[in-house]
């Protein structure tokens, strides 16, 4: 049996395990489907009707529970300041040996994000997360958490991004214990990168796959970001560009929505850094390459940055700061993972 032979089986198994859960909301029927990928654990048809008046939609299957893919729908289904698919049906399949969830919902986004205009995007994460706060859903079991990278071999060099995380910790990782009040944990998006941002039918922007939805400070989002859309990497040389006023454009339309607090501010520097090493752990958990060269580069772009920039490397602190906003309190900082051998 080939590859498309295959997904098109488990798709009509998918579809079938809608209709079992007689699913008020969306009936399956009158669709034309045509896989259109997904991430490392999740697959993705688009399903296009028959009929004008039946919605575009997407068909997602994931390794999630069912209780947590139908938890998350109801916190995003209550968003509607800006653009975010709407969830038509949730059902369990077991296929292969593997449960899944099948998680049906509308289609949005036509065509890929506007990128030229950063300060709009801030503004409209901000609005998502504004309400995503006043949601009242409680994800509070669902806290942001770190898995350290590969530790280098001995014999080995040191990478970049593992040398750009060591000289840098002392400074910018935040005592999350004493700065939770100021650092404002709720519900976010938790994998906002820019696959996950659409251009909205109507202007502005869209947001989809809220798989990852955690209960963390909403700034994670906007480091998130950064660390992976906002960096470019030279073909020809392999070095990192950092694309400054593009950032300092999607903090100015975020804080024209929300503003930042200090605690902040300065969580976003140590975040960015921190997601820096997350993109080479996941280089090396699957075997991506183009992840690996990322985060070295990335890495040098940091540790160069320590020489020439230290106190503001990514250029954002005094840009950031409104004009009548107090002097900002000293932070304590200690690593995100306490080790004191490492």
């Not at 090396?284 to 580069?297: C, G, I, M, P, S």
């Not at 320590?306 to 950031?320: E, F, Q, V």
């Amino acid at each position: 049996m080939s590859a498309d032979d295959d997904r098109n089986a488990l798709l009509a198994k998918a579809l079938a395990s809608v209709a079992d859960g007689a699913s008020a909301r969306w009936c399956g029927d009158g669709y034309r489907f045509s896989t259109v990928g997904g991430g490392t654990q999740a697959t993705v048809w688009h399903g296009q009707p028959t009929q004008a008046e039946a919605p575009e939609v997407a068909v997602r299957l994931t390794p999630k529970p069912v209780e947590l893919i139908d938890r998350i729908a109801r916190l995003i289904d209550a968003v509607d300041a800006v653009e975010r698919p709407e969830t038509l049906a949730v059902a369990r399949l077991q296929s292969g040996g593997r449960t899944w969830t099948v998680h049906v919902c509308t289609w949005i986004g036509k065509g890929t994000a506007d990128r030229s205009d950063p300060y709009g995007l801030g503004q409209d994460i901000a609005r998502l997360h504004q309400q995503l706060a006043r949601a009242g859903n409680d994800f509070a079991d669902r806290k942001l958490t770190f898995e350290r990278g590969p530790v280098p071999p001995a014999d080995q060099e040191l990478p970049a991004w593992y040398v750009a995380r060591h000289l840098w910790r002392d400074r910018i990782f935040p005592r999350f214990a004493d700065h939770q009040a100021q650092l404002r944990p709720q519900p976010i998006h938790g994998d906002l990168h820019w696959d996950n941002v659409v251009a909205g039918s109507s202007g502005g922007f869209g947001f989809i796959d809220f798989d990852k939805v955690m209960h963390a400070p909403p700034v994670f989002d906007l480091a998130k970001l950064i660390a992976t859309g906002f960096f470019r990497i030279s073909s020809s040389t392999g070095t990192a560009v950092f694309r400054q006023s593009r950032a300092t454009d999607l903090l100015a339309g975020y804080q024209s929505i929300r503003p930042l607090s200090a605690a902040e501010i300065a969580a976003l520097e140590g975040f960015a850094l921190i997601l820096n090493e997350e993109t080479a752990r996941l280089g090396h958990l699957y075997d991506v390459a183009t992840y690996r060269e990322q985060a070295d580069a990335v890495g040098s772009w940091w540790t160069i940055r320590r020489r020439r920039k230290p106190s503001d490397p990514l250029g954002i602190r005094t840009a950031s700061r409104t004009p009548n906003a107090p002097p900002r309190p000293a932070v304590q900082q200690l690593p995100f993972f306490p080790d004191p051998n490492n």
